[in-house]
């Protein structure tokens, strides 16, 4: 029996993600802006945390890095190894937790996560083992969500219909660059922070809201719930409507995104 007070949590986030891969066509481009920003270099350790379909992964391994993957969802690794085999590049990919890393000390020379470990529901404990795989001097860089732009505000209004258990921070506060930087705290130096612009394709806020509803495991999970009732349904999808309206223009929901690099002492 697991002592993990957040195991049923991650298991319904198991089972929400893995019907993510549709979407990786939008993560696909912030995948070359992350490892770009991470500045790797050839025959480098990488890990990819949280990894999903393996774009970071795959990207970091066409770069010459050496490269394991890790993710929750033995579906979405089914399709990350799927994506190297077809780009060509090997990459071990593992299914794990980023609380509980099934890694040595110091193993790697850089350690990623695009959109993934922000979803770990104690974001010091995720910090720990990210950092504590990492070797000294290595770099850790990641991709997240700041919480005054669309995806940010999309997880707040999911939120509001279906709160987090007790103890589980907002996910968008991995955007804030103050909070990031107390989180890392004084285990690292030289941290820095850049934003990138991401592209979400629709046609239509019902067309990306039936995207998000599909595939998006947070709005997937808060539709099955409220299908028992109606109305709150019908409120949430003119709620979130409205909000897609906001950001799309052109057939696109334009969304920029915080990428943090810094060095383990």
């Known amino acids: 029996m697991s002592t993990d007070p957040f195991a049923q949590f991650k298991a319904v986030q198991r089972e929400g ?10 993560t696909t481009p912030p995948a070359a802006h992350l490892v770009g920003f991470a500045k790797l270099k050839a025959n480098e350790t990488v890990l990819d945390v949280a990894c999903g379909t393996g774009v970071v992964a795959v990207t970091a391994a066409r770069a010459g890095a050496r490269v394991k993957g890790l993710d929750l969802s033995p579906v979405l690794l089914e ?39 922000m979803f770990a529901p104690r974001p010091q404990i995720a910090v720990s083992e990210m950092l504590r795989v990492l070797k000294p001097g290595g770099r850790i860089a990641f991709s997240t969500w700041p919480p005054e732009l669309f995806i ?20 968008p506060q991995w955007g804030d660059p103050n909070i990031v930087r107390e989180r890392l705290g004084d285990k690292v130096t030289d941290l820095t922070f850049e934003r990138e612009l991401m592209h979400v394709t629709c046609l239509s ?3 990306a809201r039936l995207n998000f509803e599909s595939h998006a495991a ?15 349904l019908t409120n949430f999808r003119s709620e979130i409507e409205s909000l897609i309206a ?12 915080l990428m943090t ?5």
């Open 205 to 207: 806020p019902a067309h």
């Open 152 to 171: 940010g505000k999309m997880f707040a209004l999911v939120s509001r219909y279906l709160p987090p258990p007790e103890g589980v921070p907002p996910t």
């Open 17 to 26: 993600w893995a019907l993510f891969a549709p979407l990786e066509v939008s």
């Open 218 to 232: 947070p709005v997937v999970k808060l539709v099955q719930i409220l299908k028992e009732d109606p109305k709150k």
């Open 261 to 265: 690099r810094a060095t383990k002492r």
């Open 246 to 257: 906001t950001y799309a223009k052109g057939n696109v929901i334009r969304q920029h995104f």
């Open 79 to 117: 399709r990350a190894k799927w994506n190297a085999a077809t780009a060509g590049v090997e990459i071990e990919f593992q299914e794990g937790d980023v609380e509980a890393l099934p890694y040595a000390n110091d193993s790697f020379d850089v350690v990623l996560s695009q959109y993934g470990h």
